[in-house]
């Protein structure tokens, strides 16, 4: 337990602190000046985001929590809130799967009940705070790898890219685990703490399991390191405290959760974390499918995974725990399905790790074309946050293809890099395309983890599996009068004047309610070849990818759900042609009809 002398200390230390005497605390708040009028000016300054998903509900949590003592408000209730919110009518309470309303955690939505009174961007607000003070703590955390520039460079990047950006400015869990666990792990970069500032870092730990379930493993392993610090010094009167707390905490959110959600587990709904036997399908849907993968919109995260592993090769100790952080928040807190939301929910809570693991790979990248490398990423990765700040609200319809980056084709023509893209479905077309990006960025760390140090051909590489990638997405739109449309509401049949080798059929409403989970309506396919042969697939996405060994002649496809295909050309007909060097010169990479 802390004695009088250690109290004390802390006291006057913090007094100090505040006064401006601490070096470091003047640091820090200069840096968060900097990162607010950076970060947050622009957040600021952008279209508002729309109020969807799940903040409807931890909105009504706090806000009904603080005039009403419960969680959930009675329809009426409800309705008046919205309106005065949004100006528009609410038809029913924000119900998710199975029209339940208590779906999400409502113990931060608790304590910060009382800010709920200034309304939605009042919660908002202390969102983008919580995020703001989290990317302090992020740079001082980078700044342990030895380098200021590096150390801001990734910061800025984590703060400016999805997936944290879209996360900063609404009322979602997300910022607050980010905050927590860069608060938490920076401070355990500083073993020789006094009894306070470990009982401060405990409960920073402690409280990311209410925040959300999701960040309950990462809690563990990073408490059971603050343990070990401790056991190290020899203080096991503060580690059998420290061990109390924990338990005590646990008690408290066992109790709550069954007390509330009538389960241990609480809040856990359908965005369950994968089984082992699922890691690879699942995580690779959710780093690439065009709705909500990470790596679809900022692929400059390549680059800090191979940080983390050619760091802890060098005998870094923040790469070590960050690779084993970043494989644990991965495989325990990607769901299978986030719904409704901006890009790559899920991967919010690794965005510490990897920023660290960026950081440490632009410090080792000294020289011009690893350096030109990562900017080619960053680049690509800051267009994307371009979109978002522009049109913040277009990334919510990236359900069946990616309207983002076919705003760009539309524009600039040329390359469509939501084609490619796998949707979020269990057909074998998708699940086949998130298999093949996933191997090609391994392909791309493996490269990358020795490119800084081993010379140009291990950076080359990596240029290569980038212009394979812009490859797959060189198209040409079809001019219609090039192919001829026979549509019928349960049949739609393109028939082309010259054979295509592959392409894409695209039709309807890219943002159909329809294809969605748990029902995933199906398209029966049937592409018939230039010398008279047909393939026979099925296919759940508005973007039908096809390809014939021998060249399509013909695509036709055939529903029996209720999705009136004529309807949807009607609205949208595009006929994509490959241009990829690579699927016009490698013929058994296409299918065989």
Avoid at 349 to 360: D, R
Avoid at 414 to 435: C, M, N, Q, S
Avoid at 501 to 513: C, M
Wanted: net charge positive; with cysteine; proline share 6%.
């Amino acid at each position: 337990m802390a004695n009088p002398t250690e109290i004390v200390t802390t006291l006057q230390s913090t007094r100090g602190a505040v006064a401006g005497g601490d070096p470091a605390t003047r640091r820090f708040f200069r840096d968060f000046l900097i990162l607010a009028l950076a970060i947050g000016g622009t957040l600021l300054l952008s279209k508002r985001q729309a109020l969807t998903g799940d903040e409807p509900r931890y909105f009504m949590f706090a806000r009904s929590f603080i005039e009403h003592g419960r969680f959930v408000m009675t329809l009426p209730q409800w309705q008046h809130l919205y309106r005065a919110t949004t100006g528009l009518e609410a038809a029913s309470l924000p119900v998710g799967y199975h029209d339940v309303a208590l779906l999400n955690g409502v113990y931060l939505p608790a304590v910060l009940a009382p800010v709920s009174l200034a309304g939605l961007a009042a919660l908002r607000l202390a969102t983008l705070l919580a995020g703001l003070l989290g990317l302090a703590c992020l740079l001082g955390l980078a700044r342990r790898t030895g380098s200021g520039g590096a150390a801001w460079v990734a910061t800025l990047v984590a703060g400016l890219s999805i997936p944290l950006l879209p996360y900063l400015h609404i009322f979602y869990m997300e910022t607050f685990l980010f905050a927590l666990l860069c608060a938490a792990w920076w401070r355990l970069q500083t073993p020789t703490r006094n009894t306070l500032g470990d009982v401060v870092t405990g409960c920073l730990l402690l409280a990311l399991p209410f925040v959300h379930l999701r960040a309950a493993v990462v809690a563990v392993v990073l408490y059971g390191l603050l343990l070990w610090q401790v056991c190290m010094r020899g203080q096991w009167l503060r580690a059998a405290a420290l061990v109390a707390l924990a338990a005590a905490a646990l008690a408290v959110l066992v109790t709550a959760n069954l007390s509330i959600y009538g389960t241990v587990t609480g809040p856990v709904n359908t965005a369950r974390p994968p089984l082992p036997s699922e890691w690879f399908g699942v995580l690779s849907m959710q780093l690439f499918n065009v709705r909500h993968g990470l790596l679809a919109f900022a692929p400059v995260w390549l680059l800090g995974y191979a940080g983390l592993v050619a760091g802890a090769l060098r005998g870094s100790r923040l790469a070590r725990q960050g690779l084993v952080l970043a494989a644990i928040a991965a495989v325990t807190g990607v769901g299978v399905n986030p719904g409704e939301c901006w890009p790559a929910r899920f991967w919010v809570l690794s965005i510490p790790m990897l920023a660290v693991g960026l950081c440490l790979w632009w410090q080792m990248a000294r020289t011009r074309l690893p350096r030109i490398l990562a900017l080619s990423l960053i680049a690509f990765t800051l267009l994307n946050s371009y979109a978002f700040l522009k049109h913040p609200n277009d990334l919510l319809e990236n359900r069946q293809s990616g309207t983002t980056y076919q705003a760009w084709f539309d524009k600039v023509g040329h390359l469509d890099f939501g084609l490619p893209l796998p949707v979020e479905t269990d057909d074998p077309i998708d699940r086949t395309a998130a298999t093949t990006l996933a191997i090609g960025s391994l392909l791309f760390v493996a490269f990358a983890i020795a490119a800084p140090v081993r010379g140009p051909a291990w950076t080359t590489g990596c240029f290569l599996l980038l212009l394979a990638a812009l490859d797959a997405a060189h198209v040409r739109l079809v001019p219609p009068a090039q192919y001829r449309v026979e549509a019928r509401p349960d049949r739609l049949t393109l028939v082309m004047q010259q054979p295509m080798a592959a392409g894409y059929v695209q039709l309807g409403r890219p943002w159909l309610p329809l294809f969605g989970p748990p029902q995933w309506p199906r398209f029966d396919v049937e592409a018939d070849g230039a010398l008279g042969q047909s393939r026979h697939f099925e296919a759940a996405r508005n973007v039908v990818p096809v390809s014939c060994k021998d060249g399509i002649r013909s695509v036709t496809i055939a529903t029996r759900s209720a999705i009136d295909l004529a309807d949807a050309a009607h609205y949208r007909m595009r006929l994509y042609r490959s241009q990829s060097m690579i699927w016009r010169t490698v013929g058994w990479l296409r299918d065989r009809c």
